[in-house]
């Protein structure tokens, strides 16, 4: 079974989209907005009833009833890390599995390639972050 990597584990990739895209809402939104991430759904107060949704941007019904409580960039940034998540998942499937090192990851905002041990990369945070400036790197190391 082909399986996606994110910092929580690994996933059948319709499941990793669905965890990933509630981990998206509760990193750019930690506050919770009017949701929470919990597990893979998003749970809160939306008109004064109580939610339970689960974050799949490809349902239009779903995915306006996330964005009714951001703003139009919020959702915008919502919907990109959710996006990038995907984009990343289908990476992990076509990569060439290796088994030292760190492995293919979504880390809740940035994909990272396969790294050998002793190897320090980076990359630059995500412009969906807020207050992110460009010259803002994120690292990953792995050492034997």
């Given at each position: 079974?082909?399986?996606?990597?994110?910092?929580e584990g690994l996933f059948p990739p319709p499941v990793f989209n669905l965890h990933a895209c509630a981990d998206c809402y509760g990193y750019?939104?930690?506050s919770g907005k009017p949701l929470r991430s919990m597990l893979g759904v998003l749970v809160g107060q939306i008109r004064n009833v109580t939610e339970v949704i689960v974050p799949d941007i490809r349902n239009a019904s779903r995915r306006m009833l996330v964005c009714s409580g951001l703003n139009s960039d919020e959702?915008?940034?919502w919907t990109a890390c959710c996006l990038s998540a995907d984009v990343c998942c289908r990476e992990q499937l076509?990569?060439?599995r290796t088994k030292d090192g760190c492995p293919h990851t979504w880390?809740?905002?940035s994909c990272w390639s396969a790294t050998p041990h002793d190897r320090l990369v980076e990359q630059p945070c995500p412009t969906l972050i807020p207050h992110a400036l460009p010259t803002d790197v994120v690292l990953q190391v792995k050492y034997d």
């Open positions: 079974m082909d399986l996606c990597r994110s910092r750019l939104y930690p959702c915008l940034r076509t990569a060439t880390d809740g905002f």
